[in-house]
């Protein structure tokens, strides 16, 4: 595909740096998936654990879980961040492999911690010993490369504007903090409010974290585009809704409090807003040609999970669900439905003429209906479970029949990924796309 | 073109490889063996034939490309095949050991004259167009074919006889002229590696694979576990022939380190898989992956992506190759397999250090910055932990503590819940619910999100600690049908005597309570009009005969340890059940007891089952009342009921 001069505006093409963040993100979401995909085969098949000896299905889930959460849906942003802070390009261009070979590594070293069996008990914030450790050295060294960055590029970019600089420098704090709060929220002793009928989180603290997915989405653009000319209203509407939701939030409180309050349940419907108001935000910008697909594939599964999110979450849906199938369902259309489209949307943006890797028609349309399709097989077991827990505790026919369903769209989602990965270690071996730092000077 | 040219498709190509594959692996390397087993050739002898063979192939493999004798590769490959097919024919006649050992060297030297010639010249047979290609799909249809089921399984003079007709044909192909379209070549250029290293890589490859094969033959339990069975055989053979067409893939598109890197890892891990019997099955995915991987290199490197300047060198180098790699790597991997028995991790590692270090050392000086960032960073967190280690105070945690801990290592928390869900079903089934205040005191607490299990919240009050350790031992066996893996391994060490301890643990106060809820369980109306005893004695075979009969397997393998002997129930006694009164009573108290247990005893209760289920169990046991339907009237006896052909 060629790039139109107008494009090439809106994404200058692959930065060597985004495509090796896209790569290392790939390669733990195939590894991650290969892992789905052997944790699906035990399940049909429960005699082959024996085959794992220690190393068993209860680790294996952990290592499942924490890779695609740290692995593929981190690792994109570190590109996402390669490009706002400019270490992509100038002399610390050479820094960005580095600093993916240390996050990396440290999911390496994760890995290995929960199959040895270093496990912190608490579901997606598995760090423990060493890993603990390491693993936010890792994103200490992230942001040392963009602090540095920063610093190059106020000292040398004249043409940055001071509301761009002050941005940065705030995001510069905020990500400084992550890392310690991982940590923090790592330990033992810390765990959020608890929703006394159910043992899950509160609608309260729903909101919190869907808000902050929300203020993510909405400063993601400034990152990857520009804004077009004459859509300031709908941008300015959105940061108030959030302002004000945020207030909403607060005013909430973080106690342990049942979903059969109204006031929970109400509140985190006023995220519906967010179905119109994401699409129109993100019409405001400027995009390039690659991502129409992936932007409109991310909308509307940011729209399903938005809706769904607050109808499981209604009073008696939730008390159903709880515990089920259907829930599983849920958090994989959060993760690889909403998560992955927006992940790959990026990427698409980042990489311009290079988002070709994301494209391909088989690979596209393979991991949304292999994923919607899940989701599916999985609210279809999970209604069932909820009338009768035998149905999953001990195996039937109609549970094994939707067992080896999902497994053959678990092995959809696996070929889809090896598509991209393999299309992406090529991309990764063609000379530069963009021209260096030195020729842009010139 | 000159008349009675054609150009060639390549199908010549792909069949030549994929005859000469089969020859070699059914005949050469199997068929043969066992031949001369039946004809009582074995121990010094058996080794002095077999260096014949190696011999032959020697010689021939350095000497083919100096042959002026026929100086056409047509004709070389037709007398190559004949010396093979002959070789094959002659092995079915009563041998002596002289005898033997002639056609073993003739065994040696038409494949050293088949093979050197093949590969010197294979785009005389495959063409420009898909030369990869097609060496990767002849290698994968000849292991395919030695690995169809009836094929592997017929006799040694089935298998020579086949393998020599399959060289006549292979004489045949020859005889269809053929002409080269140099303008199609399409094999992207290769990253340059020196000759000697490639041999060394081959033969330790080769030694592997000898070693591993010679070693799957002759152990029992290694044999049963990889090449037994017509579904494995199948298994093994597609497993081999998507792995030859990935090798092609591989080669075109990431060059021969990385598939012989890829193949010594998948066939380094099925080497020291095979240390243990028990992960043969594993092993038996990984070696077939690893041996397709190079053996379509083993062509495809002299033949195709070799440095060779000339045709002479090509068939020199194709010559030290099979030489050195082929034969003598061979004959090594034999000798280790037969004098060890098993391929010692530490020669998998030599084997490793040869294939992966160069390449590694490669791709690492490429990375300096990358590496002393990486190695920087694992240091700092080293040392960081160490100092925390160190200022942390950490008293010694009581055996419940330690049993949280193993929970917590083995992931636990990702099938069972410890969350009873106050007015609800979860009450009566798993209950009594946990006030919040104690939860909260837990660190973390273990909610869980997800039961592939039931919930543990009070597992304390409803299991006794055999039973939780007969589980883990057995799941499936003590609980029907449980997809639950088994942690016997857990009993090795204190791990699982502290995890029983933590379970047992889990208990609030409210469990007397909760007993007088149970008591005045009944099942549903709908389910008591549903039941019937056949699927009750369905269930009980599933849920109850493993401790309630008298062969049942728990109950042999724990009798000592029971706080008392689980009755078989074919029998009775049937201690917790009224001696008397109405039959439709008794019969609701054992609803009970299949529901919720005996607290106390060993007896576990079957909480999830639904109501149908327990009052079908309830109905069917044949106690000294019989079977009785829902009134409490005997209806039949239990060999009336038990349906034709499913007796237990």
Redesign the interface.
């Known amino acids: 595909m060629s790039q139109s001069p107008r494009d090439s505006n809106i994404s200058p093409g692959s930065s060597p740096q985004v495509v090796a963040a896209a790569s290392h993100a790939l390669f733990w979401l195939v590894f991650a998936n290969s892992v789905g995909v052997m944790i699906a085969i035990?399940?049909l098949f429960?005699a082959?654990?024996?085959?794992?000896?220690?190393w068993?299905?209860?680790?294996?889930?952990?290592v499942h879980m924490n890779l695609e959460l740290y692995g593929w849906t981190s690792l994109p942003m570190a590109g996402f961040l390669f490009k706002v802070y400019g270490a992509d390009r100038g002399p610390l261009a050479?820094?960005c492999?580095?600093?993916l070979?240390?996050w990396s590594?440290?999911l390496g070293?994760g890995a290995y911690s929960?199959l040895s069996?270093?496990?912190?008990?608490?579901?997606f914030l598995d760090w423990s010993?060493?890993a603990r450790?390491?693993f936010p050295?890792?994103m200490i060294?992230l942001w040392l490369l963009l602090a540095a960055s920063f610093v190059y590029e106020w000292k040398n970019a004249a043409n940055s504007t001071l509301a761009a600089r002050g941005a940065k420098l705030l995001g510069l704090v905020l990500l400084l903090i992550v890392p310690i709060v991982m940590y923090i929220a790592s330990s033992?002793?810390?765990?959020p409010a608890?929703n006394?009928?159910?043992?899950?989180p509160t609608g309260a603290s729903q909101l919190e974290s869907s808000l902050i997915i929300v203020a993510i989405l909405l400063m993601l653009p400034f990152g990857l585009t520009r804004r077009k000319a004459g859509h300031s209203r709908i941008i300015a509407i959105a940061w108030a809704i959030m302002a004000a939701e945020f207030l909403l939030c607060f005013a909430l409180g973080r106690a342990?409090i049942s979903h059969h309050r109204p006031a929970q349940y109400l509140s985190l419907g006023s995220l519906l807003i967010w179905v119109p108001l994401t699409a129109a935000y993100y019409a405001a910008f400027e995009w390039h040609a690659n991502t129409r697909r992936w932007r409109i594939a991310f909308l509307c599964w940011w729209s399903a999970l938005v809706l769904t999110g607050w109808v499981l979450f209604l009073p008696g849906i939730l008390?159903h669900f709880?515990?089920?199938?259907g829930?599983?369902g849920h958090s994989l259309l959060a993760m690889a439905g909403f998560t992955s489209s927006l992940l790959i949307f990026v990427l698409v943006q980042l990489l311009g003429e290079g988002g070709w890797i994301f494209n391909r028609t088989r690979s596209f349309y393979g991991w949304n209906i292999a994923v919607l399709a899940y989701v599916v097989l999985m609210s279809a077991a999970g209604w069932r479970e909820g009338f009768?827990?035998?149905f999953?505790?001990?195996?039937g026919m109609a549970r094994n029949a939707i067992y080896i369903l999902r497994l053959v769209v678990g092995l959809v989602m696996l070929a889809s990924s090896l598509d991209w990965l393999i299309d992406a270690t090529t991309l990764l071996r063609e000379p530069a796309l963009v021209p260096t730092a030195q020729e842009v000077t010139a | 073109m000159l008349r009675g040219e054609r150009r060639t498709s390549g199908w010549q190509g792909a069949s030549l490889v994929a005859i000469t594959y089969v020859y070699f692996l059914i005949f050469a390397q199997f068929a043969f063996l066992k031949r001369l087993a039946s004809l009582g050739v074995a121990g010094a002898h058996l080794t002095s034939v077999m260096a014949a063979m190696a011999v032959g192939g020697i010689l021939l493999s350095l000497l083919a490309p100096r042959l002026s004798l026929w100086p056409s590769p047509n004709l070389r490959l037709r007398v190559g095949l004949s010396a093979s097919c002959a070789a094959a024919f002659l092995s079915l006649l009563p041998l002596g050991l002289v005898a033997s050992m002639a056609v073993s060297f003739l065994i040696g030297a038409g494949l050293g004259l088949l093979t050197v010639t093949l590969v010197t010249h294979l785009r005389q047979w495959t063409g420009n167009r898909f030369p990869l290609l097609l060496v990767g799909l002849g290698t994968g249809v000849g292991y395919l074919v030695c690995n169809l089921p009836p094929f592997f399984t017929a006799s040694a003079e089935v298998q020579a006889a086949t393998a020599g007709v399959l060289c006549l044909a292979g004489i045949l192909v020859t005889l269809r002229p053929t002409r080269i379209t140099p303008e199609d070549a399409e094999i992207p250029p290769q990253p340059a590696v020196s000759f000697l290293r490639v041999l060394a890589c081959f033969t330790a490859l080769v030694w592997l694979d000898s070693a591993a094969f010679f070693i799957i033959q002759n152990t029992p339990e290694l044999k049963a576990g990889t090449w037994e069975g017509s579904a494995h055989l199948w298994a093994n053979g597609l497993i081999h022939l998507a792995a030859a067409l990935a090798s092609a893939w591989f080669l075109r598109r990431r060059g021969l380190s990385f598939v012989l890197s890829v193949a010594f890892l998948a066939l380094g891990f099925a080497c020291l898989l095979l240390l243990d019997p028990g992960r043969a099955l594993l092993a038996s995915v990984f070696y077939p992956i690893g041996v397709s991987l190079y053996s379509v290199a083993l062509i495809a490197y002299p033949a195709l992506l070799g440095a060779a300047t000339s045709t002479a060198e090509r068939g020199r180098q194709a010559g030290w190759l099979y030489a050195i790699a082929g034969w003598s790597g061979s004959a090594l991997g034999i000798g280790m397999g037969q004098n060890l028995g098993y391929v010692p991790p530490l020669f998998v590692l030599a084997a490793g250090a040869v294939i992966l270090l160069p390449p590694l050392l490669k791709f690492l000086l490429q990375r300096k910055r990358e590496l002393a960032l990486t190695v920087a960073m694992l240091l700092a967190a080293f040392y960081l932990d160490r100092i925390l280690l160190a200022v942390r105070i950490s008293p010694p945690l009581s055996q419940v503590e330690r049993g949280r801990r193993v929970y917590i290592s083995e992931g636990c928390i990702n099938c069972h819940s410890q969350f009873v869900r106050p007015n609800s079903p979860d009450v009566l089934m798993w209950g009594p619910a946990e006030p919040l205040q104690e939860l909260r005191q837990e660190q973390p607490p273990l909610i869980g999100n997800r039961r592939q299990g039931p919930d543990l919240a009070e597992v304390g009050n409803r299991r006794s600690p055999l039973w939780l350790r007969a589980h883990f031992c057995d799941p499936s066996e003590v609980s029907g049908a449980s997809i639950m893996p088994s942690y016997a391994f857990l009993f090795r060490d204190r791990r699982g005597d502290d995890l029983v301890a933590y379970l047992l643990s889990l208990k609030t106060a409210g469990a007397e309570q909760h007993q007088t809820a149970e008591r005045l369980w009944y099942p549903s109306s709908s389910a008591v009009a549903q039941a019937n005893a056949n699927d009750g004695e369905r269930l009980f075979r599933r849920h109850c005969a493993t401790c309630h009969s008298a062969g049942g397997r728990t109950r042999l393998i724990w009798q000592t340890n029971f706080k008392r002997l689980p009755p078989d129930l074919a029998v009775g006694p049937f201690f917790y059940l009224p001696p008397s009164g109405p039959a439709a009573e008794r019969i609701h108290r054992l609803a009970q007891i299949a529901r919720f247990g005996v607290p106390g005893t060993d007896m576990p209760g079957h909480e999830y089952l639904s109501d149908n289920d327990i009052a079908s169990i309830s109905l069917w046991p044949p106690s000294p009342y019989g079977c009785r339907n829902r009134s409490g009237n005997r209806v039949k006896t239990h060999k009336y009921t038990t349906p034709k052909g499913d007796k237990p």
Request: no cysteine; net charge negative; charged share 15%.
């Open positions: 035990l399940l429960p082959l654990n024996r085959l794992l000896g220690e068993t299905y209860g680790r294996w889930i952990i050479q820094w492999r580095p600093v070979w240390v590594a440290s070293v929960w069996g270093h496990s912190s008990g608490k579901l010993g060493y450790i390491f050295l890792a060294a033992p002793g810390f765990y608890i006394p009928d159910t043992g899950g342990d008390d709880k515990f089920t199938d829930l599983v009768d827990p035998t999953t505790i001990v195996p």
